[in-house]
């Protein structure tokens, strides 16, 4: 069986839905602090005769996460449990290092004791810190400029250590920016602070205006400029990924983004061409932290891996605007 921790949370339960799909066996481990009960439904319900396990627990607790080693028998684990949001973490570090470090280490540990070998792990562009170069490849010095960033730069030091010492391969995917929806599930986050989504809940909710954050950037209409990676060929490269350590691959880091980049403005020209009308907006001042530009050179993981991201922003605006309608409904 494959563990997906986080597996009721954005990015994990579409990777849930996605080995379901392909008739994997899975368990999906979550505290449901972030994560929905409601997604995780929703993915019992798409199984088509392969096994959907849930186990609520939470890493930072060991015995929750020994138990689920004896009590299932795990080939591989997809590791996507952690906190996220950059600002929270610059008030609060102890909270994503307790979780985000101290909660691998126990999923870890609870791997080498029951002698699994194979990992794949979320890790982000935030390990790079303010760029020096964009395109942004793997080589690019990892200097993280927040305590996420921190936090998820200590795991992937931690797994070279776990390699070295006690055998367990690990891939480490870089995501850059994560966008669209399957449709069934979605992005949901309570509260949202991410781009595509805040423009489009401002579409639905009365008297929504949506906020620009920041329009002096040294870019080319004065608005940040990010790398946004459709959630279905995000996913595609966990795929790849899980064969690739299956096959024997060693240890390796691979960014997931396009190659290119969209500011802001862009972005939200798109979200009007997809919702069909003017949406209201409001320049604001910089949000604390952001740089100006990510954009990632996925050459390597073109290469190693063989992944071909396909989707265009369109594709994804298009599915994160067919979900949150769904979501507003509910
Ligand atoms: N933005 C707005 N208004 C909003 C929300 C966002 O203008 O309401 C802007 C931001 O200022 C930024 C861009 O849209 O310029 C993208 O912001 P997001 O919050 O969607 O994404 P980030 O680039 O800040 O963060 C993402 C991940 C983080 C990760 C980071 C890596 O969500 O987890 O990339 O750099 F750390």
Same mark, same amino acid.
Request: aromatic fraction near 10%; glycine fraction near 8%; charged fraction near 25%.
């Given at each position: 069986?494959?563990?997906?921790?986080?597996?009721?949370?954005?990015?994990?339960?579409? !990777?849930?839905?996605?080995?379901?799909? #392909?008739?994997?066996?899975?368990?999906?481990?979550?505290? /449901? #602090?972030?994560?929905?009960?409601?997604?995780?439904?929703?993915?019992?319900?798409?199984?088509?005769?392969?096994?959907?396990?849930?186990?609520?627990?939470?890493?930072? %607790?060991?015995?929750?996460?020994?138990?689920?080693?004896?009590?299932?028998?795990?080939?591989?684990? &997809?590791?996507?449990?952690?906190?996220?949001?950059?600002?929270?973490?610059?008030?609060?570090?102890?909270?994503?290092?307790?979780?985000?470090?101290?909660?691998?280490?126990?999923?870890?540990?609870?791997?080498?004791?029951?002698?699994?070998?194979?990992?794949?792990?979320?890790?982000?562009?935030?390990?790079?810190?303010?760029?020096?170069? !964009?395109?942004?490849?793997?080589?690019?010095?990892?200097?993280?400029? %927040?305590?996420?960033?921190?936090?998820?730069?200590?795991?992937?030091?931690?797994?070279?250590?776990?390699?070295?010492?006690?055998?367990?391969?690990? &891939?480490?995917?870089?995501?850059?920016?994560?966008?669209?929806?399957?449709?069934?599930?979605?992005?949901?986050?309570?509260?949202? @602070?991410?781009?595509?989504?805040? &423009?489009?809940?401002?579409?639905?909710?009365?008297?929504?205006?949506?906020?620009?954050?920041?329009?002096?950037?040294?870019?080319?209409?004065?608005?940040?400029?990010?790398?946004?990676?459709?959630? +279905?060929?995000?996913?595609?490269? +966990?795929?790849?990924?899980?064969?690739?350590?299956?096959?024997?691959?060693?240890?390796?880091?691979?960014?997931?983004?396009? %190659?290119?980049?969209?500011?802001?403005?862009?972005?939200?020209?798109?979200?009007?061409? &997809?919702?069909? =009308?003017?949406?209201?907006?409001? #320049?604001?001042?910089?949000?604390?932290?952001?740089?100006?530009? /990510?954009?990632?050179?996925? @050459?390597?993981?073109?290469?190693?891996?063989?992944?071909?991201?396909? +989707? @265009?922003?369109?594709?994804?605006?298009?599915?994160?605007?067919?979900?949150?309608?769904?979501? =507003?409904?509910?």
């Amino acid at each position: 069986m494959i563990l997906v921790t986080g597996g009721a949370g954005y990015i994990g339960s579409h !990777c849930a839905l996605r080995l379901i799909e #392909e008739g994997r066996d899975i368990v999906i481990f979550d505290s /449901l #602090e972030l994560g929905h009960a409601e997604t995780v439904e929703t993915l019992r319900s798409a199984s088509r005769g392969s096994k959907v396990e849930f186990v609520k627990g939470d890493l930072k %607790n060991r015995d929750d996460i020994a138990s689920v080693f004896s009590d299932y028998d795990i080939d591989a684990v &997809v590791h996507f449990a952690a906190y996220s949001q950059v600002a929270e973490s610059m008030r609060d570090p102890e909270k994503y290092y307790y979780n985000n470090v101290y909660g691998t280490l126990n999923l870890l540990s609870a791997m080498r004791d029951a002698h699994v070998d194979r990992i794949v792990f979320s890790s982000t562009a935030a390990t790079y810190g303010e760029p020096e170069y !964009c395109p942004i490849d793997e080589n690019h010095p990892q200097r993280p400029i %927040n305590p996420y960033g921190n936090s998820k730069l200590t795991v992937e030091r931690i797994m070279d250590d776990y390699d070295s010492a006690y055998g367990i391969r690990s &891939v480490r995917l870089r995501y850059f920016n994560v966008v669209g929806a399957d449709g069934r599930i979605g992005e949901w986050h309570v509260p949202e @602070t991410h781009l595509v989504p805040n &423009v489009l809940k401002s579409v639905l909710s009365p008297g929504g205006v949506f906020s620009i954050f920041g329009t002096d950037y040294d870019t080319r209409d004065g608005t940040c400029v990010r790398d946004y990676i459709d959630i +279905h060929d995000l996913i595609e490269a +966990h795929i790849l990924a899980l064969g690739y350590l299956e096959g024997g691959g060693r240890t390796d880091y691979f960014n997931l983004g396009t %190659n290119d980049g969209s500011t802001v403005r862009e972005v939200f020209s798109e979200c009007e061409a &997809v919702v069909g =009308s003017k949406i209201p907006v409001k #320049e604001c001042a910089r949000r604390p932290g952001d740089p100006a530009m /990510l954009i990632a050179n996925n @050459t390597k993981a073109r290469d190693v891996l063989g992944w071909v991201p396909k +989707h @265009t922003l369109n594709d994804s605006v298009g599915s994160a605007w067919d979900w949150e309608r769904k979501l =507003s409904d509910q």
